[in-house]
């Protein structure tokens, strides 16, 4: 099993980028997908994450409204878009697959990880 994890750069406050999950040796259909992240000296918090078969979605309410979490099923991939990015996003993004129906917020319920992503949103 794989998650790779890609997207990540430097932007400007206001911008936007779309990070990017491809599974491999796992269905994303059968697992519920997310994105946490984690700021140096914090710990690693959900950001948003998509639910196995229903794609109902769940979002922290620091994101709410900025960042969008899809999936395409053909390409077994997960995608965050992220707009109106402030420097408070700076954090090495990681995606996760569970086999729970729900999106959890702790990292203890994923068994897949991807290997993390640097976003540097600058002031």
């Known amino acids: 099993v794989q998650l790779q994890a890609s997207g990540g750069g430097m932007v400007q406050a206001g911008g936007s980028l779309r990070l990017s999950c491809a599974a491999s040796g796992i269905s994303l259909l059968t697992h519920t997908t997310a994105w946490f992240r984690q700021a140096p000296g914090k710990e690693r918090e959900l950001v948003a994450g998509i639910r196995r078969t229903s794609s109902g979605t769940d979002y922290a309410n620091s994101v709410k409204g900025r960042f969008t979490i899809t999936r395409d099923n053909a390409k077994n991939t997960v995608y965050l878009q992220m707009n109106s990015l402030k420097p408070e996003d700076t954090a090495i993004y990681y995606c996760?697959?569970?086999?729970?129906?729900?999106?959890?917020?702790?990292?203890?319920?994923?068994?897949?990880w991807g290997q993390g992503t640097q976003l540097t949103v600058s002031s």
């Open positions: 996760a697959a569970a086999r729970s129906g729900l999106v959890r917020t702790s990292p203890n319920e994923y068994a897949y």
